[in-house]
């Protein structure tokens, strides 16, 4: 199985990258996650921020079934840390 960046595919990593180094998207995952208390934090967060028929400026859509999500979620709550 053929990786990206170390994520599963090119359209996880590039969220996962908007988030980490998009500082506005960081802050707002960041206050997110501290009062965070379900179990699909990226997808959540995705729909808090409003982005759930948006795409990153590099044009993959913040929710897509090319994601994975099981990565995203321990992003996300590496952020509450």
């Excluded at 990786?3 to 990593?13: A, F, I, Q, S, V």
């Excluded at 959540?44 to 979620?73: M, P």
Aim: glycine letters at 4%; hydrophobic letters at 35%; a positive charge.
């Amino acid at each position: 199985m053929s990786t990206y960046e170390g994520w599963k595919n090119y359209d996880t990593w590039n969220c996962a990258l908007w988030i980490n180094n998009d500082y506005a998207l960081y802050l707002s995952a960041r206050l997110f996650m501290s009062a965070y208390k379900g179990t699909k934090p990226y997808r959540d967060w995705v729909k808090v921020a409003g982005f759930e028929n948006d795409s990153t400026k590099d044009g993959c859509k913040w929710l897509s079934n090319k994601l994975s999500y099981a990565e995203l979620n321990n992003m996300m709550k590496e952020l509450k840390q």
